[in-house]
Structures are given as structure tokens and as C-alpha cells.
T-cell receptor, first 110, second 116 residues
Framework: GQNIDQPTEMTATEGAIVQINCTYQ??????LFWYQQHAGEAPTFLSY????GLEEKGRFSSFLSRSKGYSYLLLKELQMKDSASYLC???????????FGTGTQLKVEL | GAVVSQHPSWVICKSGTSVKIECRSL??????MFWYRQFPKQSLMLMAT?????????EQGVEKDKFLINHASLTLSTLTVTSAHPEDSSFYIC????????????FGNGTRLTVT
């Protein structure tokens, strides 16, 4: 089976940095994705990691360690609009089936 | 960029009726599409994998006779919720990959289904 864990909720201050962790145990691994989802909307793609290391994309960075089954999403210079749910997802199988974690609800405060 | 279009955005139906949701890939062909369901404050749960020209693959616990999936062309998959009940009220989202590893999974905008 697939098991993907994230913290349920996090709170951070505007302008600060926050790290959202994700651990996974899956049958197979084709890559790990991070998505942002605002309430009532579809998820939007943030980042993708298939090799170990850090991928940086503007204010967002994502890290992967395949041996540890671990990833994190780093958000810098937090803005109020970053308040959303952040979903960690792992792709497996020949069809690249994407299994999502429970999601982390991030609240950015003044 | 690639776009996945989903229709309708929201629908209200009476208990016992059927509802069809369409998912289209607008500028690319998708041999495989995925259907997810999301209940309030929960994550996306994969319901089934829609395969063009063949039967859909359903996840454990998803009733294939209740959630009918048809993938008749390379750009269209449909999900029909048959004999809908209030507990089927949810946010249904389709998605599709562009060919090639590493391309992000593109999501439709979702369909909010409310069964009264």
C-alpha cells in the first residue's frame, strides 16, 4: 500500500520561512510532487523531484531524499496569499498514478 | 500551456438521478486520465484511472457500477455518477498527464456536486 504523511496544520508569520515535511512509504517511486490548493479550487503545481537534492523555484524550494523516503517544501518570504493547503504526492507505476498525502493547511498571519 | 477543462463546475441534482461530468484535454492527447474525489478538509482520493479505448481501473472501495467512466477519445473522459445519493456530494476533479516523465499532472477546475 501507499502511505504518505504530512502535518495537518501549520501557522507562520508573514515574511518568514516555513518548511512543510512529507514522509512516504510507497510501492515504487517515479517522482514526488508538491501542489498548492486554495479552498474550493483545483490544485496547482508547485514542484517536482525525482532525484535527491534541492530544486529551487523562486520563493519555493523542494527537497528529496529517496533513501529516507522524505521530502520538504520550503516557502520563503511568506505572503498572506500563501495561506492554502499544500499537498505532497508520489507518482508510482507505469501509468504514473499519483497518490496524495493528507495535505498541510498553512495559515500565514501578520 | 496545457489545459484540462472540466464541465460542469458545479451541479445540484436530486437523489436517485444521474450526473455526467466531462473532462477534456484541450491542447494535448491524453491516453490516461485520473478521477479524484475530495471531501471537505480532506485530501484528494484517487477513484479510478481512465484508459482510452479500454476499461477504467478502479481503486479499492470504489463501485464501478456506480461511477461509470468512459474514455472514448484521446481528449475526453466522462464520469457518470449513477443513482446519486447525498453522501456522493463532493468535489470531483479530473487530471491528465502530458506525455513524458516529469510533466506535471494537469488538473481540471473540478466539479462541485451537491445531491439533495
Amino acid at each position: 500500500g501507499q502511505n504518505i504523511d504530512q502535518p495537518t496544520e501549520m501557522t507562520a508569520t508573514e515574511g518568514a520561512i516555513v518548511q512543510i515535511n512529507c514522509t512516504y512509504q510507497t510501492s515504487g517511486f517515479n517522482g514526488l510532487f508538491w501542489y498548492q490548493q486554495h479552498a474550493g479550487e483545483a490544485p496547482t503545481f508547485l514542484s517536482y523531484n525525482v532525484l535527491d537534492g534541492l530544486e529551487e523555484k523562486g520563493r519555493f524550494s523542494s527537497f528529496l531524499s529517496r533513501s529516507k523516503g522524505y521530502s520538504y517544501l520550503l516557502l520563503k518570504e511568506l505572503q498572506m496569499k500563501d495561506s492554502a493547503s499544500y499537498l505532497c504526492a508520489v507518482a508510482t507505476g507505469g501509468g504514473n498514478k499519483l497518490t496524495f498525502g493528507t495535505g498541510t493547511q498553512l495559515k500565514v498571519e501578520l | 500551456g496545457a489545459v484540462v477543462s472540466q464541465h460542469p463546475s458545479w451541479v445540484i441534482c436530486k437523489s436517485g438521478t444521474s450526473v455526467k461530468i466531462e473532462c477534456r484535454s484541450l491542447d494535448f492527447q491524453a491516453t490516461t486520465m485520473f478521477w479524484y474525489r475530495q471531501f471537505p478538509k480532506q485530501s484528494l482520493m484517487l477513484m479510478a484511472t481512465s484508459n482510452e479505448g479500454s476499461k477504467a481501473t478502479y481503486e479499492q472501495g470504489v463501485e464501478k457500477d456506480k461511477f461509470l467512466i468512459n474514455h472514448a477519445s484521446l481528449t475526453l473522459s466522462t464520469l457518470t455518477v449513477t443513482s446519486a445519493h447525498p453522501e456522493d456530494s463532493s468535489f470531483y476533479i479530473c487530471s491528465a498527464w502530458r506525455t513524458g516523465m516529469g510533466s506535471p499532472l494537469h488538473f481540471g477546475n473540478g466539479t462541485r456536486l451537491t445531491v439533495t
